[in-house]
């Protein structure tokens, strides 16, 4: 069964840091781009940034040098670590696969002012 599990998130204040992670099932994890994406209430979802099989990361602008995307193919994970955080990065994530219809069931972080 193809399954993307997340943890992570939760509230904090900004400033902060929180660090989302996602395991991956039933797919060749090491072989596929992986992605996170974000949606905040009533705005369209949003790409934070994708991180190849060879581990080259590319971000969204308004995380850019903030957020880190980072994988462990042997614990077939990906990971978000979310510095610096703003409270117009409240939003649920969420991972995915690129260019497949696999995500996970999504985060909520929640960042205060």
């Known amino acids: 069964q193809v399954q993307l599990v997340q943890s992570g998130g939760g509230y904090v204040q900004a400033g902060g840091s929180l660090r989302l992670s996602c395991a991956a099932s039933g797919i060749i994890f090491s072989a596929n781009t992986m992605a996170w994406y974000r949606q905040a209430p009533g705005k369209q979802r949003e790409l934070v940034g994708t991180i190849s099989s060879g581990g080259i990361t590319k971000y969204g602008d308004s995380v850019k040098g903030r957020f880190t995307i980072s994988r462990d193919n042997a614990k077939r994970t990906v990971y978000l670590q979310m510095n610096s955080l703003k409270p117009e990065d409240t939003a649920v994530y969420y991972c995915?696969?690129?260019?497949?219809?696999?995500w996970g069931q999504g985060t909520l972080v929640t960042v205060s002012s």
């Open positions: 995915n696969v690129v260019n497949r219809d696999i």
